[in-house]
């Protein structure tokens, strides 16, 4: 691909020239105003000479342009002072490539079984060879689907059909034939997409040039089953294996239940094509997991002998090609078991939807019939914009609500009794610190936008209200509650721990959708030639132009803004989403726990829906919650617990639930958000610690490094093992990372203490 490089390096080499150019300048032609525009400076050809140089300038050439010029430099070295809070850098190094050594499908007809097929192929184009046969199904397909067949219609219709691209019905483009991958977006996408590029003109619907779902070329990589393919596995019966049946129904029972669970394969051993011809299992310290630092199980190794012998397996390969046709057959039948749940329940085909937030959005507008009003004013747009900050949906009695923008007041005689939770939270850049955070403050509010119902809560808490900017009136209802109520019944009949977190998540993800930020969208084009009408060189001229990414000498990824913004989402209900999620987490805080239990409370920590408190009581469980049953779900709790407190409330929307059931807590350490650990009498320590892979928290991280950590303000480093992709190329990498912080820059910490105050309070100057 010839992409103009001489072009390129001249206009790079001249930005070297003239960034030379204003360094000299800048000290020896000192201007006080504009210091930042090049204009406040002499041409550079007027003041330096640079006869006979060249550019990238050498540092040999320096003393020759000192000459030149009569100017001297000299580079000065210095020693920048320790930090006695650093700890060890965190740095990222690459210790493996992967490369795709096998590849395989599962073909599934939906009306013709006989039509589906398992195809798989092993070796160094194993890649090129899948991109290939999804091209041939995608003909094949197309073939039957235009299958002609008598019909009854005009030459008029007839015309209109043959030039149509959209659907009569729906007005959408015609869509691709839907290929469901387990992790396509995180990994497979990475070994496939050079040779998905070769057709030159691929067009990817991206989260940023890392991480994409393929369109054109017909591949799709719903992401709706978040448990490891394992854990799906699991839960199926055998007589819901339809697909594993069919390819293997040759088998006894015995073998047949083999290939029911997913396999172990040791992926670090196979470093080579040529292991793949060994004729025996590896021994099972072979089977190390260096990527999450672990041994394969004397069960699962006993798994991997059974099926070597079960089958008659005579080389490594054909134990890939076994572990590999039964992953994917599994993964069929998870899927089309999750296809046929879905299809009965909310009568809609997860398969054409990418992302479970679409499919949940799409089946609660289905199923509640509501039609949603689309924001056609700017200014309120820009309106509903500002009001957005992060945090069970009610409503109030009322056919109508307001949302406003008004200036608020936080007296101080309120500072101590709020400090440990401030309300109306804003978006603020800490002191010292460069990047804004959602913060709890007890700061005055300037034109700060606030539903009515958080508004009215606020002041009944004693904040003033000192004006009134402007107000929104809408329409409200329960609509959603019908939709809502559907899914948390499902989720109370559950019988495993994938249902439940699913119907979960199918309430959740509603109000991702309703805040999808549309001015993030962008598309990319994955090129291979430089001229044409699809080029790369058409697309970096075209005025959407954003940023360009050369991955290798013949593929290029453009990425354009788009030409037009749709704001077809409804901001508002994800803002009164957010809002009246507040009033609930307020209202438990000021009107039950201090009203209840006043000094005897003290908040050590919030997360968005979640309140840990240190309690001083007699006994809590009877003073606080066997009193108070309408504000809790205790269905959790064992049935014989001591307290006797009866089963209530199952999966109950805005309840709070006590996260132990029954256990008493011993220790709590709270470093930051996000980042705290937890003694429970009789059950193993909580640790969490964000940005750190749980099993490492889980094996080097103990309750005493987060007790360390607070006592002498020290950070704490972990070193980790992930994936990761750089320019598509996928590597195991390891990292060292600050595991533990006690920098928490979202409240004053106070001087030789571990207690903090909010930004805002009275008397953090004194401090």
């Known amino acids: 691909m010839d992409l103009d490089i001489c072009n390129l390096a001249d206009k790079f080499v001249q930005k070297l020239e003239k960034a030379l150019n204003i360094l000299i300048q800048g000290p020896l032609y000192p201007v006080n105003l504009n210091v ?102 995608s003909k094949f397909i197309e073939n039957k689907l235009k299958a002609v067949k008598p019909m009854n219609i005009s030459e008029l219709q007839e015309h209109e059909f043959a030039i149509s691209t959209h659907c009569h019905i729906c007005e959408k483009p015609f869509e691709a034939v839907p290929v469901v991958s387990h992790n396509l977006t995180g990994y497979d996408s990475h070994l496939l997409i050079r040779d998905l590029a070769k057709t030159g003109n691929v067009t990817l619907l991206p989260i940023n040039k890392e991480k994409i779902f393929p369109l054109q070329n017909g591949c799709q990589g719903p992401r709706f089953m978040a448990s490891s393919l394992d854990t799906l596995c699991s839960y199926l019966k055998t007589n819901e294996l339809l697909n594993l049946q069919r390819e293997f129904s040759n088998l006894t029972s015995e073998k047949f239940k083999l290939l029911t669970r997913k396999g172990v394969f040791p992926y670090n051993y196979i470093d080579c094509l040529d292991k793949l011809n060994e004729t025996q299992l590896p021994s099972i310290d072979k089977f190390y997991n260096k990527l999450n630092d672990s041994h394969a199980s004397t069960d699962a190794y006993a798994h991997a002998q059974n099926v070597w012998k079960s089958f008659n397996i005579k080389t490594l390969g054909e134990y890939s090609d076994l572990y590999l046709k039964t992953d994917v057959i599994l993964l069929a039948d998870v899927f089309e078991n999750f296809r046929q749940k879905c299809l009965n329940i909310y009568q809609l085909d997860p398969g054409h939807y990418y992302t479970l937030p679409g499919y949940t959005w799409d089946c609660a507008l289905k199923y509640t019939k509501v039609e949603l009003d ?27 609500g307001y949302i406003l923008e008004v200036d608020l007041k936080y007296p101080e005689y309120l500072h101590g009794t709020h400090k440990d939770l401030p309300l109306c939270p804003e978006h603020l850049t800490p002191p010292n ?22 508004l009215k809560q606020a002041l009944s808490l004693g904040i003033k209200l000192t004006r009134i900017h402007r107000i929104l009136k809408f329409k409200q209802s329960d609509w959603l509650k019908v939709y809502i109520d559907l899914n ?71 990425e354009l803004n788009k030409a037009e913004i749709c704001f077809n989402k409804p901001l508002y209900v994800g803002l009164c989403i957010l809002d009246i999620s507040k009033t609930c987490v307020y209202d438990f805080h000021y009107n039950f726990m201090l009203k209840n239990l006043g000094n005897n409370c003290k908040l050590l920590y919030t997360d968005t829906d979640s309140l840990v408190y240190q309690i001083t009581c007699n006994d809590v469980y009877t003073e606080v919650i066997k009193k108070n049953l309408e504000k809790f779900d205790t269905s959790d709790y064992p049935s014989n617990n001591i307290h006797k407190i009866p089963l209530v409330n199952k999966k109950v929307p805005g309840l709070m639930k006590h996260e132990c059931n029954n256990k008493i807590v011993t220790h709590f350490v709270g470093l930051r958000s996000k980042m705290y650990s937890i003694l429970i009498d009789g059950e193993p320590c909580i640790k969490k610690s964000k940005g750190i892979k749980t099993s490492v928290v889980k094996k080097s991280v103990t309750f005493d490094d987060y007790k360390n950590c607070l006592e002498n303000r020290t950070e704490i480093c ?17 990292q060292t990372k600050i595991a533990l912080s006690p920098f928490d820059d979202k409240r004053f910490i106070l001087k030789n203490s571990h207690n903090t105050l909010p930004w805002g309070h009275y008397s953090i100057n004194i401090e």
């Not at 010029?69 to 002072?81: A, D, G, R, Y």
């Not at 610190?433 to 606030?450: A, E």
């Open 718 to 734: 972990r070193t980790q093992r992930t994936i990761q992709s750089d320019s598509h190329n996928v590597y195991s990498v390891e």
């Open 36 to 137: 930042d525009r090049t204009a406040s400076y002499p041409h550079p050809t007027t003041v330096v000479n640079l006869d006979g140089l060249e550019f990238p300038m050498q540092i040999s050439s320096i003393s020759k342009f000192e000459k030149l010029n009569q100017i001297s430099s000299m580079l000065e070295p210095f020693s920048e002072p320790n930090n006695p809070n650093q700890t060890r850098e965190c740095r990222t190094s690459k210790y493996q490539k992967h490369t795709a050594i096998s590849a395989g499908y599962y073909f599934k007809c939906s009306y013709d079984d006989s039509l589906s097929y398992y195809a798989s192929n092993r070796g160094p184009n194993c890649n090129t060879w899948f991109t290939d046969e999804l091209e041939r199904i």
């Open 433 to 454: 610190s460069k990047l804004p955070k959602l913060m709890t403050t007890l700061y005055d509010k300037k034109r700060y936008i606030i539903h009515y119902r958080n």
């Open 488 to 558: 948390t019944k499902l989720r109370a009949q559950s019988l495993n721990e994938f249902e439940k977190n699913l119907y979960k998540l199918l309430i959740n993800a509603i109000f991702g959708k309703t805040m999808e930020n549309i001015r993030r969208h962008r598309i990319i084009k994955l090129r291979n030639h430089w001229d044409g009408k699809w080029g790369v060189k058409n697309y970096i001229a075209s005025p959407n132009f954003h940023s360009i990414k050369i991955f290798d000498v013949d593929l290029v990824a453009v």
């Open 374 to 400: 689309y924001l056609k004013d700017v200014d309120m747009l820009l309106f509903m914009d500002r009001g957005i900050r992060g945090g069970v949906s009610q409503c109030n009695e009322g056919p109508e």
